[in-house]
């Protein structure tokens, strides 16, 4: 597939007939498993190689600051993919499968959410890290492509970008990440401002039916 792309327009027809068939449900319960860790005060850790870490750094970025909104509430939210003297530790003194895996058994508790970013779906580091958070009792999400690899049994909660192309995937996974802030930003400000949704507009919570 990627080889048969000479040209911008089939690209961009491909990046638009998959989007049509994004799973958007499995999108939606992504985010309601994020508001529930902001309500609960669980932690959120990111990871991915490549440009999957790019997004996950991206991603906790936006999660971190974006969601606060003069709130003294704030995510519990970190990537693994931005220390790294303590990634290059694990790898040179371990292996390199080891370098997310060894620091959630620093971190992950229950109820914690180890979120994994993996075009592929079958990175080794990202497949033992989801391996390591199971143990500690964290909730495991997936954010992948193509089938989902070995990465979408590990998780509780998978999105799958259903596409061969690895930069359609990538494309799509920074949308999907967009997608879930802007939900979960929506979520949250609604929920403590008082307000509750009432399709596409707000109203005042009260305390009568």
């Not at 909104?69 to 519990?76: C, E, V």
Request: glycine letters at 8%.
């Amino acid at each position: 597939m990627v080889n048969s792309i000479r040209q911008c327009r089939p690209y961009f027809e491909l990046l638009s007939k998959s989007i049509q068939a994004l799973p958007f449900d499995d999108v939606d319960r992504v985010a309601n498993l994020l508001v529930r860790a902001y309500e609960q005060e669980s932690s959120i850790f990111l990871f991915g190689n490549g440009g999957s870490a790019a997004l996950a750094s991206h991603f906790a970025c936006d999660l971190g600051k974006g969601t606060v909104n003069g709130s003294k509430k704030r995510f519990r939210v970190m990537a693994l993919t931005d220390n790294v003297p303590l990634m290059t530790a694990w790898a040179n003194d371990s292996k390199y499968e080891d370098i997310f895996a060894e620091q959630l058994a620093n971190f992950a508790r229950p109820g914690d959410i180890a979120f994994a970013i993996s075009g592929s779906g079958n990175s080794p580091n990202v497949l033992r890290a989801l391996r390591t958070a199971k143990s500690a009792g964290a909730i495991t999400v997936g954010l992948g492509g193509f089938a989902g690899g070995k990465m979408r049994p590990l998780c509780d909660a998978c999105v799958v970008i259903p596409c061969d192309n690895m930069q359609i995937i990538e494309d799509l996974h920074l949308c999907v990440a967009h997608s879930l802030f802007t939900c979960v930003r929506a979520k949250i400000t609604e929920t403590h401002s008082g307000r509750v949704a009432v399709g596409p507009r707000l109203v005042q919570r009260t305390g009568t039916r």
